[in-house]
Antibody
Framework: EVQLVESGGGLVQPGRSLRLSCTAS????????LTWVRQAPGKGLEWVGF??????????EYAASVKGRFTMSRDDSKSIAYLQMNSLKTEDTALYYC??????????????WGQGTLVTVSS | DIVMTQSPDSLAVSLGERATINCKSS????????????LAWYQQKPGQPPKLLIN???TRESGVPDRFSGSGSGTDFTLTISSLQAEDVAVYYC?????????FGGGTRVEIK
């Protein structure tokens, strides 16, 4: 059974940093891309970005709203993906989901979802 | 960017009646070489993460009731719930995974009339 567990959320002041983790199990983590999706309170889904597998260069793509501030990485030996969030803004307040696809080559579809971790940016 | 527009924003349907949700993409999401539409539908119930219902525009995920169906091609897509059940109350999102960024539609809230 595929499981994705996010952690690291919390209350942080504007301008500060936070690192989220996504711990995966139930599949060969290193073969799949990992995607982050966020949802602001009471709002819709917003794609944040994804990181490709080693086979595709471990490169990442980001939404325009976070590019230059957020960085994705992964540790395949631990089956963990990370989302480093710098220069946080109040509009980054959201529930952050880690997702993955069941098809290796379909890197941007979110077949499996974690429960999410809440990030609140406020002074 | 390929922008996804859903309609309506919300709808109320009687139990056992049909619910229809529309999704329009600003560009075609049909991959001509594979003849597949890179379009997914998700269901999000209150307090839960989204769940993938349909991929490739019309392929139901394992375990999804057959009252859910997806149709359409190119830029216009529809999610139909043929006979609404109480457990179908949720927000439904479409998403294109043809291009980057793989944007979601704004969501459609389905309620019981």
């Amino acid at each position: 059974e595929v499981q994705l567990v996010e952690s690291g959320g919390g209350l942080v002041q504007p301008g500060r940093s936070l690192r989220l983790s996504c711990t995966a199990s139930g599949f060969t983590f290193g073969e799949y891309a990992l995607t982050w999706v966020r949802q602001a309170p009471g709002k819709g889904l917003e794609w944040v970005g994804f990181i490709r597998s080693k086979a595709y260069g471990v490169t990442a793509e980001y939404a325009a709203s976070v590019k230059g501030r957020f960085t994705m990485s992964r540790d395949d030996s631990k089956s963990i993906a990370y989302l480093q969030m710098n220069s946080l803004k109040t509009e980054d307040t959201a529930l952050y989901y880690c997702t993955t696809s069941k098809e290796i080559v379909v890197v941007t579809r979110s077949d499996y979802w974690g429960q999410g971790t809440l990030v609140t940016v406020s002074s | 960017d390929i922008v996804m527009t859903q309609s309506p924003d919300s709808l109320a349907v009687s139990l056992g009646e049909r619910a229809t949700i529309n999704c329009k993409s600003s560009q075609s999401v049909l991959h001509t070489s594979s003849n597949e539409n890179y379009l997914a539908w998700y269901q999000q119930k209150p307090g839960q993460p989204p769940k993938l219902l349909i991929n490739w525009a019309s392929t139901r995920e394992s375990g999804v009731p057959d009252r859910f169906s997806g149709s359409g091609s190119g830029t216009d897509f529809t999610l139909t719930i043929s006979s609404l059940q109480a457990e179908d109350v949720a927000v439904y999102y479409c998403q294109q995974y043809y291009g980057i960024p793989p944007l979601f539609g704004g969501g459609t809230r389905v309620e019981i009339k």
